[in-house]
């Protein structure tokens, strides 16, 4: 008796299974509808879940020296915040004032600008807006988690440790580190026989002259002529 009393309860379950259209389609209202959907699709912590897991990602391909999977994470959280904004209005104050409006073009420049100091610079601008407006939106307790402890790489003490000068070049003084070309100093008469450029102090251009090849990456800053074919090429500055 049981048993058939188990058997009947199944089939009559599955049949009313069967009925379903789903469960979107079930309730009878699109009101209804749209507002399992609503529930479904979350509020701000949806895009901010999606926002944290792409701001991880922006670390690892800094990492990689991969900065071009950097900025596309970068433009997806934009993109996030956009749609986040769409569902709480009420975000979209400090959303925009601590990251849309000024610092993400600022941190995008940071990751196009293919210099790796420059690059996590951007990261830690960006890090600083993203727990400045959690801080603002009173909920300042998701600063503690392990995401926001990762730093950019102490890339003075790398570039230390492979033989560079960790200096500031130019007049931007873009911050870069330094290594010494191995043929710095040898005779030259063309760029192609060194590993960086063949340069000679003779000012006028077409005169020959003898060259020596520079010394590091940032002897390409400061005034000096280049030499081709053993000619100069006329004294240049590079700020
Ligand atoms: C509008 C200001 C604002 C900005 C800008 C912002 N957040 Fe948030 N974040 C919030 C709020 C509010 C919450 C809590 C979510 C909620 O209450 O719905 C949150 C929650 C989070 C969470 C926890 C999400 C979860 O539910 O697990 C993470 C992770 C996070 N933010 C990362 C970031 C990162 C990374 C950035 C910067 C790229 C950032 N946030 C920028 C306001 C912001």
Partial sequence: ???????????????????????????????????????????????????????????????????????????????????????????????????LDNTWAQVDAAFASGNPATAWQGYEQAKGACMACHIAEKVGFMNSQPLFERTAPDLAASCKAQGGKWVKAGRAQTPMCDIPYNDAGKACSDSDQCQGSCVSSERQRGKKTKGQCSASPAAAFGCYALVSKGVSRGMICVD
């Fill in 1 to 99: 008796m049981r048993f058939f009393l188990i058997l009947i309860t199944l089939l009559t379950s599955s049949f009313i299974h069967a009925d379903s259209r789903g469960w979107l389609l079930d309730p009878k209202t699109e009101d209804a509808r749209f507002e399992r959907l609503q529930t479904y699709l979350g509020g701000f912590s949806s895009t901010m879940m999606e926002t944290g897991q792409r701001f991880g990602s922006i670390h690892d391909a800094l990492s990689r020296d991969n900065p071009e999977l950097a900025r596309y994470h970068w433009s997806k959280i934009r993109q996030a915040i956009e749609v986040g904004i769409i569902k709480r209005p009420a975000r979209a104050a400090n959303a925009k004032a601590m990251l």
